[in-house]
């Protein structure tokens, strides 16, 4: 799948997709993961597959600009059948098919469960972008934003949509922390200023169980989205 750069400004997509296919039946939890290159969202993907694939009926979608990187990745690395894992090849900035215009990431979206059947969750994952990076609400249903350490201990302090406003921030690598200088403290302050009362998870995907937090959270909206879509 191929996204052409856009001639004219594309139509904004402001409204969460609906709930339910058009024949009543409840469709996949959607879950946008954005952050800026090298955070680590592909290896959180990974971590997420891995560690929910034997309880529910997972499918990713990959952006990246040019090629199909990060999922090849994921599939030599059999985080799922090969056949759950497709990509977008954006063509142009990252955040113009995760927001502005996301025809080519719904049409991967639906050809996956039009495929595989009923799906519980479907992981996105943006190509790697800056802190101004978010999902049209068309598109996903929660949203993820990874930073890293290794980055700097400054990056929540710098703020950004990203960092703001997404459901969960995912502060990664803090197995580095000793090595490039960076306060965990500092970095869980800054968050916690910039961000109120929403959840920060900080993670070590080096360790054996490190992306527990981020998959209980995402259990815990998959949960609250079944829940919903019962009532």
């Known amino acids: 799948m191929h996204l052409d750069h856009p001639t004219t400004m594309p139509h904004r997509h ?19 993961l954005g952050g800026p290159v090298g955070s680590g969202k592909t290896a959180t993907v990974a971590a997420l597959c891995r560690a929910l694939r034997n309880r529910l009926s997972i499918a990713v979608v990959t952006n990246d600009i040019y090629t199909r990187e990060d999922a090849e990745f994921l599939r030599r690395e059999a985080v799922l059948p090969p056949e759950r894992i497709t990509a977008v090849e954006t063509g142009a900035c990252p955040h113009t098919a995760i927001r502005d215009d996301i025809s080519a990431n719904l049409e991967a979206v639906e050809q996956l469960e039009q495929t595989l059947g009923p799906l519980d969750l479907i992981l996105i994952e943006s190509g790697g972008d800056n802190l101004t990076a978010t999902f049209s609400r068309g598109l996903v249903d929660t949203q993820v934003f990874v930073i890293d350490v290794a980055s700097g201990d400054d990056i929540p302090r710098k703020g950004g949509p990203g960092i703001t406003t997404a459901d969960l921030l995912v502060v990664n690598k803090t197995d580095l922390a000793p090595y490039v200088g960076a306060d965990l403290d500092t970095m869980a302050a800054d968050a916690k200023k910039q961000r109120g009362m929403l959840p920060v998870a900080f993670t070590s995907l080096a360790s054996a169980d490190g992306i527990r937090p981020v998959a209980d959270w995402v259990t815990g909206r998959l949960a609250a989205w079944r829940a919903g879509a019962a009532a």
């Open 14 to 32: 402001t409204h969460s997709a609906d709930a339910q296919h058009p024949d009543g039946s409840r469709r996949a939890l959607r879950v946008g």
